[in-house]
């Protein structure tokens, strides 16, 4: 089983990134910083860490919901 990569809830739309927020001594063991910008879909993925950056309130907010729409969506179970 692969797992998912790390979810971050955010409330703002435009995010940044360099793959070490919660080491201690930064990014030197990270990745560059890079900015990211959430969309009308609700979340934007890093593309060096694939952490994902979900919209508090946004479409796919499993917190908001109470279901994982997107995954239940590839599932053909209906998030609604």
Same mark, same amino acid.
């Given at each position: 089983?692969?797992?998912?990569?790390?979810?971050?809830?955010? +409330?703002?739309?435009?995010?940044?990134?360099?793959?070490?927020?919660?080491?201690?001594?930064?990014?030197?063991?990270?990745?560059?910083?890079?900015?990211?910008?959430?969309?009308?879909?609700?979340?934007?993925?890093?593309?060096?860490?694939?952490?994902?950056?979900?919209?508090?309130?946004?479409?796919?907010?499993?917190?908001?919901?109470?279901?994982?729409?997107?995954?239940? +969506?590839?599932?053909?179970? +209906?998030?609604?």
């Amino acid at each position: 089983m692969i797992n998912r990569p790390e979810t971050v809830r955010v +409330s703002e739309s435009r995010v940044c990134c360099d793959g070490a927020d919660d080491i201690p001594g930064g990014a030197a063991l990270g990745h560059p910083r890079v900015w990211l910008e959430i969309d009308e879909a609700g979340f934007v993925d890093c593309g060096y860490c694939d952490r994902r950056f979900v919209l508090i309130g946004g479409p796919v907010d499993v917190a908001a919901t109470g279901t994982d729409a997107e995954h239940d +969506s590839d599932k053909g179970v +209906s998030a609604g």
